[in-house]
């Protein structure tokens, strides 16, 4: 096999297994995420890992599962979703440790490791998140927490780490689980040939002239320039914002968030509904205040109990320092959206991923039937909540032989592709 038909192969696999982990984001993901289940992000991880081991003993090349998670989070990119950033850091971060892990093959232990360190990725993230929105005061809420958490379970005190070691063992084991039946998965997959006939040939998009494309964008930047403005107003006004939450007192911070927030909505109202409903910010909100009333320094009286409302105070800060970073991640999106980076790609280096990707988007459809269809034939072959493991063990093998078979049809038209591109650069070069 030529080289250029290898790599073939290679961006094959990573279009339909990135699509695949795409697709799982986005049902069961969204299924997840409509319920509020606890520990959803752990779930969505170990499913990730288990799609990822799978993948690499499917087609055991190094470099295929970053790649995998490069397209999966260029599928999240353009997806509608408000909240593309912290997912996508998310898949590319886990695809590198579970790459590093399976360095030398998906062996078994590899696999353990790399899905626990996979789940162990999803938990740190969301904390690191929770850091990053409201700022400094989450870490001594969570050491206070976990120090309370100790005195009432009656063990010694350790700064919460007799608390955090035993959950955190159980997220890994979570992650190794998934990661094995993963690589059943997989392994069930190289046993079993593709079979014979036509396999679902994922359609690659049409190419244009570059005069039409060229049109199309300037007539998009013409008709975006006025809503750009303010875009760019809510940008700086988010900025500033953080930097007032520093130099300002703690009573000011909640009318300085609820300034931006009205102003952001008379700006542009496409950036700000990436906040949300605001039942989520009065839940959040009042979370936070009674975290900080009971947990705070102690600095005032209320009904015969002392609270703090410095804590309190420190709520207020933390909500609009978050509304500030989403308000700002939402204005950057938008004044420079996915569909244009893409396009800027075509006629460069970055070509050839930039045409994997949307063949990856449009296998996501495909998926998303094809998951479903194999979530109802594991129902019907075991019903009952007491087989639920395996019916997802069922479905994820279903998922994984569909995925390969679409790859090597990528494959093929990604090669059929670029030889036909080849062929009109030969012709332009001899006219």
Known sequence: ????????????????????????????????????????????????????????????????LVAAGAVCAGVKLCSPATVVVGPMVGILVESVLVELACLFGASAPAAIF???LATLWALSQKVLTQIV??????????????KRAEAWIGLAPSGGVRVVAPFAALVFAIGATAALAGRRAGGARREAPLPDGPHPQPPLPERRGGSDSRSGASASRLGDRGAGGGRLAILALSLALLVALSTTRAGLHAPLGLALVVLAFALDRGVARALGRPARWVVTGAVLALFGLWLGPRDAHLAGHAVSFAGALAA?????????????????MARFPPAEA???????????????????????PTLVARLGEARREAEAQSPGLRHAPRR???????????????????ADSLGADREELGGVSEQEVGT
Do not use: N
């Open 114 to 116: 790399g899905g626990g």
């Open 342 to 364: 893409l396009a800027r790609l075509r006629g460069t280096r970055g070509r050839r991923f930039a045409e994997v990707l949307v063949v990856a988007l449009e296998l996501v």
């Open 316 to 332: 207020t800060t933390m909500l609009a320092r978050a509304a500030a970073i989403v308000l700002l991640g939402a204005a950057v």
């Open 1 to 64: 096999m030529s080289d250029a038909s290898e790599r073939d192969r290679f961006w094959g696999h990573a279009a339909a297994f990135g699509a695949l982990w795409g697709a799982l984001e986005a049902t069961v993901g969204s299924f997840l995420h409509a319920l509020k289940v606890p520990f959803g992000g752990t779930m969505l991880a170990a499913t990730g890992a288990a799609l990822l081991i799978a993948l690499r003993v499917t087609y055991p090349r190094r470099g295929v």
């Open 133 to 146: 929105l409201y700022g400094a005061p989450v870490i001594d809420l969570y050491r206070e927490v976990l």
């Open 392 to 410: 997802a063990f069922e479905s994820l093998v279903a998922a994984v032989a569909h995925a390969s078979a679409l790859a090597e049809s990528a």
